[in-house]
């Protein structure tokens, strides 16, 4: 029996309309890849500062655990101002040896802890402003918050120290005090050194020149002789302190009431 072929006519309307939508429907799923890919894309050039270089945000392969990532995204944008203590005046308190030769300067250690929290922050999308010890851009200055990184002298003591300005202490001065004094010994195993908190701190000069609306600390890292091994050949685990201080001040945080637990990182000294 002879096959018979049936063919179907279909309105030339219906089939039209149909590849018209089928062809929108391809378009559209084309864009959301598009969209998806470039957003993906996005994530992963902003990522790679935090996680390129062996898990150093400098990308230098250093003892460091990463930022707090709430932290980097409360950073971006905000003005941040750090005193190299003693920078462009003297060398601060010295080490020498027994020839009187000069071995470590505390405005070297200074500077090495300054440059390594400024590049970090930076890479965090904040605008760093690096301040020599009597800057005239001290006067009147406002940020987010100003940090004068010092270090003691020459002893066979150990231990950090902070202080906020003692004739006009406010909230914010207060809550920066706590995150230092909640991460910086958290990342350097270094003591609390409150005897030796001078006047020369709470009535720092700098504190006096800034806007009275910035909040401002100064942060004494060690002592060049008790602590010199940390100070002199660890300064980016001592940046590390120094700069998850600050993010816990960026973020809102107040470690004297609810503090974010704290990343585990390598021993202060070998």
Not at 11 to 32: C, T
Not at 58 to 82: M, P
Not at 108 to 123: K, M, P, S, Y
Request: hydrophobic letters at 45%; a negative charge; proline letters at 6%.
């Amino acid at each position: 029996m002879p096959l018979r072929r049936e063919v179907v006519v279909q309105p030339l309307g219906l089939g039209y309309n149909g590849g018209v939508r089928q062809s929108a429907l391809v378009r559209a799923q084309r864009i959301i890849v598009f969209i998806i890919v470039a957003a993906l894309a996005g994530i992963a050039l902003l990522a790679v500062p935090f996680f390129g270089g062996g898990g150093s945000p400098a990308g230098d392969g250093s003892a460091w655990n990463g930022l707090f990532a709430q932290g980097s995204l409360r950073a971006a944008g905000r003005q941040i101002a750090l005193i190299s203590g003693h920078a462009g005046n003297d060398s601060g308190a010295v080490c020498e040896d027994d020839a009187g030769v000069a071995t470590l300067t505390e405005a070297a250690v200074n500077a090495a802890v300054v440059e390594r929290t400024a590049e970090t922050l930076r890479r965090s999308g904040a605008f760093v402003t690096v301040l020599d010890e009597f800057d005239d851009r001290l006067q009147g200055l406002e940020a987010e918050l100003l940090l004068s990184i010092h270090a003691d002298s020459c002893v066979d003591a150990s231990g950090y120290k902070a202080a906020s300005y003692a004739l006009r202490t406010t909230p914010a001065d207060e809550r920066l005090l706590a995150c230092i004094d909640h991460y910086y010994p958290a990342a350097t195993a270094l003591p609390h050194h409150t005897d030796t908190v001078t006047h020369n701190m709470t009535e720092y000069h700098a504190f006096a020149k800034i806007a009275p609306t910035t909040p401002a600390a100064i942060l004494e890292l060690g002592f060049l002789g008790g602590d010199r091994v940390l100070l002199e050949t660890q300064p980016d685990l001592v940046a590390h302190g120094v700069t998850e201080s600050i993010l816990c001040f960026l973020r809102d945080e107040d470690p004297r009431i609810a503090p974010t637990p704290i990343p585990a990182v390598e021993s202060a000294i070998p």
